[in-house]
Nanobody, 123 residues
Framework: QVQLVESGGGLVQAGGSLRLSCAAS????????VGWFRQAPGKEREFVAT????????LYADSVKGRFTISRDNAKNTVYLEMNSLKPEDTAVYSC????????????????WGQGTQVTVSS
């Protein structure tokens, strides 16, 4: 079993930056692909970014590509989401999730989920 805890969310003005962290316990994240998803009020959960177990492959939603960067440090058992040039439409609860080896944009393919961290972007 893998337990995931997100942190780093908060309130930021449009154009600002935040760095989210996804820390794992129970097992190391080595060998797991990790994805970030978000859910805004009144909306369905949507894919944000994912990274392969070795960090060599990343995928991004079109809405965040060029602004967000996903990275990982397996030695620290942590995955990060660097968010720059934030927009009000980025406001959501951000959750990380893990699955063995293969990254995917589909949330139903992930086995372990964190509780989420709130990101609010004001105008």
């Amino acid at each position: 079993q893998v337990q995931l805890v997100e942190s780093g969310g908060g309130l930021v003005q449009a154009g600002g930056s935040l760095r989210l962290s996804c820390a794992a316990s129970g097992r190391t994240l080595s060998g797991y692909a990790v994805g970030w998803f978000r859910q805004a009020p009144g909306k369905e959960r949507e894919f944000v970014a994912t990274i392969s177990y070795g960090g060599g492959k990343t995928l991004y939603a079109d809405s965040v590509k060029g602004r967000f960067t996903i990275s990982r440090d397996n030695a620290k058992n942590t995955v990060y989401l660097e968010m720059n040039s934030l927009k009000p439409e980025d406001t959501a609860v951000y959750s990380c999730a893990a699955r063995i080896l293969i990254p995917t944009i589909a949330p139903d393919r992930y086995d372990y989920w964190g509780q989420g961290t709130q990101v609010t972007v004001s105008s």
